[in-house]
């Protein structure tokens, strides 16, 4: 049985008796005023009546019926349609009852996630970003919705979620919007001239273990273990497991936020995915071990619960501010993750401050949105920045190969929002080279075209590169010629060593 068929029948069979057993009509609580449908995909609507009632839903022309079941559930399912400005009314009558649901759009919608970097509101931006002041006056965006979903940890996957609201963005509403995916869904709107909504389901402080589905937690021993000792809630063994994680209390156990916070919106289409996390799995006492699997349990485990295989899923690799001694692990692990399909990582290795939440989440917001229009809507625009490819040996020299090279290699430096530009007598700082000794070496590097030439004194025959491993690289000027930094990169990431300072017995 596929697994989130399994997992649906197990939330049906759990539901609350008071939600069935209630006479009155009800819809889910996604479904208000101002929501954004998802395009060009099969639209399910569901909700509650009376027991073997019949219930009508009607939308955008469309009326189709279904019958409650014996536990008062029903769903219908709406063919799909175009997106659409026009704010339309949602109608689901039910004998002499019925509910009415105002200024639905059709567009696509995205579900952001994460720790509190994605949470990080635009009203906290705009305390220490001058340019998000203008932009919260300036924000009235009519296409543009959010959706916050909070709720507490849960054992069981619920098949409803708390309260929860969708908001038209106006200068009124957008201070509480997360500022990540407000840039995001604001470049997506001005380019592709649809509706774009936003669920935003984050939680600050957050590992990435809660958001991932109890059923993903297989195919490594960690994974498998953490699964285990997340349902024994034994904290302090998961603290102390290597790869595993430093759960704080409930909320940071394996699938708990998921339970209450996706898994109540399974039924709910969606465009894709953004997310935002990594500190909390990379800080003191925590263990940045094993991330790349976590995050392929993410994936995949979403996927596999919303039953879409290929869904789009981007992602922020931790930037150089605020970084603590596992940051530079973790990074790799975040871009050893793109080896799982249709994903990909906005690069903020430039985007410095000294804290660990930086104002400029408008660079953030492009980056991803130049990731969604690239490969999910076909746009011709470079979505990433150079990218670890492969890496030759001449000689002594060692030769790095990168993919996303347009327009050859360039040395620049950001400041602030402005875009990248070149210095005089600019030098690539934190190379390292590393020989058959694993012993890593300061390097000099100079580019040739869509290359980067490497070597060192010290050695003769090198064999592995790393660029910018460093808790907070303050030069990392790699860019490509569409001013996209250069990943962090290790050629060999078997010879990275990280040794946490776990918790002891």
């Not at 197990?10 to 479904?31: P, T, Y």
């Not at 009632?53 to 009607?58: D, E, L, P």
């Not at 038209?168 to 995916?181: E, L």
């Not at 800080?283 to 349990?297: H, L, S």
């Amino acid at each position: 049985m596929p697994y989130q068929t399994a997992l649906f029948l197990v939330m049906m069979a759990m539901v609350s008796f008071s939600l069935g057993q209630a006479a009155e009509l009800r819809l889910g609580r996604v479904f208000c005023d101002h929501a954004v449908l998802q395009r060009n995909t099969t639209v399910v609507i569901w909700g509650w009546a009376s027991p073997d009632q019949a219930v009508k839903v009607s939308f955008a022309g469309q009326t189709v019926e279904a019958m409650a079941s014996a536990d008062g559930c029903w769903e219908v399912r709406l063919k799909p349609m175009e997106a659409s400005m026009d704010g339309r009314e949602l109608l689901v009558v039910a004998g002499e009852k019925s509910e009415v649901v105002r200024d639905v759009l059709v567009g696509d919608v995205w579900h952001a996630s994460g720790q509190s970097n994605m949470a990080m509101t635009m009203q906290s931006v705009a305390k220490r970003l001058e340019s998000a002041v203008e932009h919260i006056r300036n924000a009235e965006h009519p296409g543009l919705r959010f959706c916050r979903i909070q709720g507490g940890p849960s054992k069981a996957a619920l098949l409803e979620s708390g309260e929860l609201s969708w908001a038209r963005i106006t200068p009124n509403s957008v201070g509480k919007a997360s500022a990540v995916a407000f840039y995001t869904a604001r470049k997506l709107h001005e380019d592709l001239g649809i509706p774009i909504g936003i669920l935003d389901s984050s939680r600050g402080g957050t590992p990435i273990e809660p958001y991932i589905p109890v059923g993903a937690f297989v195919n490594h021993p960690t994974l498998v273990r953490e699964r285990e000792l997340g349902e024994a809630e034994d904290l302090a063994a998961l603290a102390r497991l290597p790869g595993g994680v430093r759960a704080r209390d409930a909320h940071w156990l394996p699938g708990r936020l998921f339970n209450s916070r996706l898994a109540p919106l399974q039924r709910f289409a969606v465009k894709g995915a953004l997310w935002y996390q990594g500190e909390s799995n990379s800080g003191v006492m925590e263990d940045p071990r094993d991330y790349e699997y976590k995050m392929r349990a993410l994936v995949t485990g979403w996927r596999a619960s919303l039953g879409q295989a290929e869904m789009p899923f981007y992602y922020v690799q931790l930037p150089g501010s605020g970084a603590g001694a596992g940051w530079p692990y973790l990074r790799e692990q975040q871009r050893l993750s793109l080896s799982v399909p249709h994903t990909g990582m906005a690069v903020t290795i430039d985007l410095l401050e000294k804290d660990i939440h930086p104002a400029n989440k408008v660079d953030v917001g492009k980056r991803l949105a130049r990731l969604a229009l690239a490969n999910t809507y076909g746009r011709d625009v470079v979505p990433s920045g150079p990218l670890f490819q492969r890496l030759t040996v001449d000689g002594h020299q060692a030769v790095v190969h990168f993919n996303h090279t347009d327009g050859g290699l360039r040395l620049a430096v950001k400041r602030g929002l402005a875009p990248p530009s070149s210095e005089d007598e600019m030098t690539l700082d934190h190379v390292e080279v590393a020989d058959e000794t694993k012993v890593w070496h300061p390097a000099v590097a100079r580019i040739d075209g869509k290359t980067l030439v490497v070597e060192s004194e010290r050695v003769a025959a090198p064999v592995a590169v790393r660029y910018a491993y460093a808790v907070d690289p303050q030069h990392a000027y790699l860019y490509n010629a569409a001013g996209l930094p250069a990943s962090p990169f290790c050629s060999h990431p078997q010879l990275l060593r990280y040794d946490p300072q776990l918790p002891k017995e």
